[in-house]
């Protein structure tokens, strides 16, 4: 009873949606003019944590699972926000590629406590070479 009243209870905690109807200028996207492939797979599968708008699904928005989704959120962000990637200086890009790179091919991203609830975030091995061939490419040209 005291749990019922208390998981009812918290849902009334206010939130702070990670949400923007804009989109910058210095997005890794629209600044590299990443093919459409590409485009989808990072939005898909890495935005959700590191950039401005999180994509919420039903169950984001029920705590204690909200609270779990908000502190990768505010962690992924401080590592790397897509959003802002351009405004990097091109040394820092150049690091968070090699970075990119190696989480994807180690299987460290997308986070498994995510993947776990979104399927779809998973990397086929296809997807995987596509990401990592165009970052590859994009770090070269840096
Ligand atoms: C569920 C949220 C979440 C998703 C989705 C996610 N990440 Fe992360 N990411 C994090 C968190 C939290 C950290 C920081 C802590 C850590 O390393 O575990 C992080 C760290 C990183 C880092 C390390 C940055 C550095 O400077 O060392 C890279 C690179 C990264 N993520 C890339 C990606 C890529 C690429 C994707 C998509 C394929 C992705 N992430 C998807 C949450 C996420």
């Not at 459409?36 to 935005?47: F, M, T, V, W």
């Not at 505010?74 to 690091?95: H, M, T, V, W």
């Amino acid at each position: 009873m005291v749990l019922v009243v208390g998981f009812i209870g918290i849902q009334f905690v206010p939130v702070n949606l990670n949400q923007s109807n804009t989109v910058p200028k210095e997005d890794i996207i629209l600044f590299y003019n990443a093919p459409k492939e590409i485009a989808g797979l990072l939005k898909n599968s890495c935005y959700d944590c590191h950039s401005n708008n999180t994509n919420y699904q039903w169950f984001n928005k029920i705590k204690p699972i909200y609270w779990l989704m908000e502190e990768h959120i505010i962690d992924g962000i401080e590592e790397l926000n897509f959003n802002e990637f351009a405004s990097y200086s091109k040394r820092r890009q150049k690091s968070k590629i090699k970075s990119i790179i190696s989480q994807i091919k180690d299987d460290e991203m997308p986070l498994d406590q995510y993947t776990l609830m979104h399927r779809s975030a998973i990397l086929s091995d296809q997807d995987k070479i596509v990401i990592t061939n165009w970052m590859e490419t994009l770090r070269d040209s840096l």
